[in-house]
């Protein structure tokens, strides 16, 4: 079965960078979307953007563009995502999710990292 | 961008009532329109895709309506297990979900 695994824990400082892995099992990894939405504490889901492993081509949502970067390693089947510059409003819980076989929606995910951004 | 908008934030409701949940979108998403329970300390759950279609293995008591830029999401018989939170998200020009909708018990 589908499954994404993410990697554990952060916590930063306010101005360094973080990167997430999600490694998938049970499918052909090059042929989905892989997405990136958080969750701050509290709050509601924020898409920040996905990208086709199979090509690495990556679209962002506007407002981490030059901030976030998305990557694929196919040989181990992970997904990446890098996010930098962080602000302690970044805290929140990273996950990833792997669109449906019909594609668009997000039908498969992560269990989610948590990134706490503190000095 | 598109913003989407849940009504209500928060819903007090009783095991058997029937429920709704209301999305707006600020302009038109066709029927690109999905539906997604989470709760507390897990992923969310794709309920529903393009406005109406029932994924596998979702109980037929949750439903989908509407296309444009006004959907709802209706539970017909409220059970325990139901009571979460649900988003709806659009992914007619990229994605972006609404703020959310926690179902409580009354």
């Known amino acids: 079965q589908v499954q994404l695994m993410q990697s554990g824990a952060e916590v930063k400082q306010p101005g360094a960078s973080v990167k997430v892995s999600c490694k998938a099992s049970g499918y052909t990894f090059t042929g989905y979307y892989i997405h990136w939405v958080r969750q701050a504490p509290g709050q509601g889901l924020e898409w920040m953007g996905r990208i086709f492993p199979n090509t690495g081509g990556a679209h962002y949502a506007q407002k981490f563009q030059g901030r976030v970067t998305m990557t694929t390693d196919t040989s181990i089947r992970t997904a990446y995502m890098e996010l930098g510059s962080l602000k302690s409003d970044d805290t929140a819980v990273y996950f990833c999710?792997?669109?449906?076989?019909?594609?668009?929606?997000?039908?498969?995910w992560g269990q989610g990292t948590l990134v706490a951004v503190s000095s | 961008d598109i913003q989407m908008t849940q009504s209500p934030s928060t819903l007090s409701a009783s095991v058997g009532d029937k429920v709704t949940i209301t999305c707006r979108a600020s302009q038109s998403i066709s029927s690109w329109l999905a539906w997604y329970q989470q709760k507390p300390g897990k992923a969310p759950k794709l309920l529903i895709s393009?406005?109406?279609s029932l994924e596998s293995g979702v109980p037929s008591r949750f439903s989908g309506s509407g296309s444009g830029t006004e959907f709802t999401l209706t539970i017909s018989s409220l059970q325990p297990d139901d009571f979460a939170t649900y988003y709806c998200q659009q992914y007619n020009s990229y994605w972006t979900f609404g703020q959310g909708t926690k179902v409580e018990i009354k």
């Open positions: 999710a792997r669109e449906t076989a019909r594609g668009l929606t997000l039908g498969h």
């Open positions: 393009k406005a109406s």
